[in-house]
């Protein structure tokens, strides 16, 4: 199956300057540019964690499994350069009837994602066991010129920014979000950033992580909640919608929304410019006082749970 699979891959990869050894050696070589580093991100996916074969399209399970490798260099303002595609194919149970069709469809989602953000594919293994569908995928990104962006760097009184809207990403957006690199980039080149996390495990518990890295605390004064977590408060017959959905955007993880700190100057002039296509709302801020905390409305400031998604 390997040398045939491997044949029609090459066919799928257009030949790239940047990666001169792309699929036809032992090893890949690739070229970037710029700074002495680059940055490598690796994320695995498995069957009945992270998707579910035998409801979802293979095609969105794969587009998936780069995409929040895309949302992990979008974190660090990183521009996508090459992506290595490791999956290990079901021997028995869903999807091991017809293995070279599933890996096929597989790279039939995510190829067009790579094309789109530069990420291009440069090699990888594929492989049969005794287990559920696992694809493991790292992504390698160049440094921006304006150097990276980490979760370290906040200062008390920065704006928190997010792209897009919160929660309820089970219902469809975790398999076809689009990976906020163009507005990483976008922002980190033309503002002034201090600090930035992509939104994976819950935007409670990633705020409190860039929080901490920056030696801070944070308190939301408004949340973006997405017509999903609405959604899926009302199909949950919760009986106060509004608390519920605000629970969801709070702690549902994989939105792969960008939050970002920035200096109150930088956030205003984001916030008139809209310099990106999707909408970015400031939730809060941040503070000296470590912790996490809302304050919504003329009400007193409240402790809240950092809660999210824990590996
Ligand atoms: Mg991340």
């Not at 998936?64 to 990183?78: G, I, P, R």
């Not at 919160?166 to 507005?183: A, I, K, N, Y």
């Not at 980190?188 to 996390?197: K, M």
Request: glycine fraction near 10%; hydrophobic fraction near 45%; include cysteine.
């Amino acid at each position: 199956m390997e040398a045939e699979f491997i044949h029609w891959l090459r066919e799928c990869v257009p030949p790239r300057p940047s990666m001169p050894l792309a699929l036809t050696d032992d090893a890949a070589l690739v070229r970037w540019a710029g700074s002495p580093h680059i940055v490598v991100t690796t994320d695995l996916l498995s069957d009945g964690v992270d998707f579910r074969l035998a409801v979802d399209d293979p095609r969105r399970v794969g587009r998936k499994a780069l995409a929040v490798n895309l949302s992990d260099l979008a974190a660090m303002a990183a521009e996508p350069l090459a992506c290595f595609v490791s999956i290990a194919l079901p021997s028995t149970g869903i999807g091991a009837d017809q293995p070279l069709e599933l890996a096929k469809l597989i790279y039939a989602g995510l190829l067009p994602l790579a094309e789109e953000f530069g990420a291009f594919l440069a090699g990888g293994d594929t492989n049969t066991h005794d287990g559920p569908l696992v694809i493991s995928i790292t992504a390698l990104g160049n440094v921006s010129k304006r150097g990276l962006l980490m979760r370290k760097g906040g200062q008390p009184g920065d704006k928190l920014l997010v792209t897009g809207a919160l929660g309820g990403s089970s219902l469809g957006h975790h398999l076809d979000f689009t990976p906020r690199v163009r507005e990483a980039l976008v922002l980190h080149e033309n503002y002034e950033l201090h600090a930035g996390i992509d939104i994976s495990d819950g935007l409670a518990l990633d705020t409190s992580r860039l929080a901490e890295a920056s030696g801070c605390g944070a308190v939301f004064n408004s949340i973006v909640i997405s017509g999903n977590a609405l959604d899926l408060a009302q199909q949950e017959s919760a009986s106060d919608l509004g608390a519920a959905a605000l629970r969801h955007a709070l702690g549902d993880g994989e939105d792969f929304e960008l939050l970002l700190a920035a200096p109150p100057s930088a956030a205003d002039a984001i916030l008139s410019d809209r310099p990106v296509e999707c909408p970015v709302t400031c939730i809060g801020e941040l503070i000296a006082e470590p912790g996490l905390w809302k304050q919504f409305g003329n009400v007193a400031r409240t402790p809240l749970e950092p809660t999210g998604w824990q590996h």
